[in-house]
């Protein structure tokens, strides 16, 4: 998936369809028609065959297809009434593929009359396009989605609790977006819906839409709580059994109550580091996210947070600004001075990324081959402490880097990890410490003296990155 593994990205073509409506068939032969000619993706059709038709599942369908397609990175879902431009399409594939928010490849919705879409299937070079109306929302959604994989996973697809037709896509995009961090991205375009036989389920008298109507403004009340992630959460556990009826299974979400929820962490190093690749600035896992990786190949089980090492001699501050402006992250703490001992701590849904940065040793015998990065231990009470010890740390030089599989991605890590970690966590780091903690397990912390003024060094970080003020916590 984009810089962190190096194979071509599987993009796949997600069409919900099942219908005996003549009207329906003959434009999904047009639109399907449309697509083989524009793009290469494999197409996959979700199929629901309900008892009745007004409880057609929109949602499971979509599910389906992505189940049918397997192994992919990037889905299009596409729906089978609907005509975009493919070059759209394919700016929105790149885009979630490189930020990894949920895409929709144009900002105006457009609609072609009952004539209009007549004229249409029978010549394309008619005066078809007398007959299109723009779509008065002032958000349209629907038509057309790009997801990426670990988006699509972290959401778990789609809330079949919205039966029939009517709103899952603002309950999908919601989901997204409270769940990620990460706003909606457009593509500057439109769209085209064809015009069909209404569907019985999307009248608004009709009890099944009612309901998914009531439903919706759940998901829209759930965004505006402070526990907002958890709301949604359980909204969607609420309708996963629907699924699993359908034989369709979601990956277990690794969230206990003493360390971070994995699939949201993992999301987010593979931005940073996505980022960090691009701006070519030297990178790796460090201490206990680089102790996992090598121990358990994936994060340890009751870690709280996630760690970078970051070489501080060819940083580049644009990666801060395009975590802050594209990928929804915040900045939580600030220590050290950009020449000397900084770090910078990161978080975005509750996750928090920790990037230490290393230079190299100061002159010493046996040293020189070295690098040290900086710890910070403030005086209590923490909360509203300006004083602080500070310790160095010394590990062996990092180069060469190499790379290293951990939960299915590739991150970069020193050929020589285990060295590092030896120098961490001591001879015995193979076994796992549950109560571990720096200030009094780190074997490699030397204590170097007091910072009087914690505040004075983070304005300097501040003035270096070019970012505003944070409120320190």
Sequence with gaps: MTTANTAKPKIVLLVPF??????????????????????????????????????????????????????????????????????????GVALALETGAVVYPYVERWELDFNGTKMLLQDETSDWQKHMTQYTHTQPLGGCIIVRRDLWDVVRGFDSGFVGWGHEDGAFAMACEVLSGKRLQRIPGKSLHLEHVLAPAKKPDNPVYLANQARIKTYMQSTRQPNARDLIRKLRDESIKTDTEHSISWPLVKDNK???????????????????????????????????????????????????????????????????????????????????????????????????????????????????????????????????????????????????????????????????????????WRKPKKNWTFANDQTNMKLRGTIEDMSADRQVVEQYLKIHPIKHK
Excluded at 46 to 62: D, K, M, Q, V
Excluded at 270 to 279: A, P, R
Aim: with cysteine.
């Design 18 to 91: 099942s219908s005996e409506d003549p009207s329906r068939n003959q434009i999904w032969g047009h639109v399907r028609s449309w697509i083989n000619q524009t793009l290469d993706y494999p197409m996959y059709i979700g199929e629901h065959f309900p008892e009745t038709p007004i409880t057609y599942n929109l949602s499971l369908a979509r599910n389906q297809a992505g189940q049918k397609a397997g192994d992919w990175d990037v889905a299009v879902i596409h729906d089978a009434d609907t005509v975009i431009n493919p070059q759209q399409i394919k700016d």
């Design 258 to 428: 003493e360390g971070m929820n994995q699939a949201f962490a993992l999301m987010l190093l593979t931005d940073v580091t996505n980022v960090l690749d691009k701006y070519k600035c030297t990178h790796w896992l460090s201490d206990g996210t680089l102790l996992g990786a090598i121990r358990e190949n994936g994060f340890i089980p009751h870690d709280e947070d996630i760690d970078l090492g970051i070489w501080a001699e060819d940083f580049d501050i644009r990666v801060i600004h395009e975590l802050i402006n594209r990928y929804g992250c915040n900045i939580f703490r600030l220590q050290g001075k950009p020449d000397d001992g900084m770090v910078v701590s990161i978080g975005r849904v509750g996750i928090h990324l920790d990037m230490f940065f290393y230079y190299p040793a100061k002159s010493r015998k046996k040293t020189s081959n070295q690098i040290y990065s900086c710890l910070y231990t403030l005086f209590k009470p923490y909360n509203t402490s300006n004083r602080a010890k500070q310790f160095d740390c010394e590990l062996p030089s990092y180069k060469p880097l190499v790379r290293c599989n951990f939960m299915g991605r590739k991150f970069w890590v020193p050929k020589n990890a285990e060295k590092h970690i030896v120098a961490v966590y001591g001879p015995d």
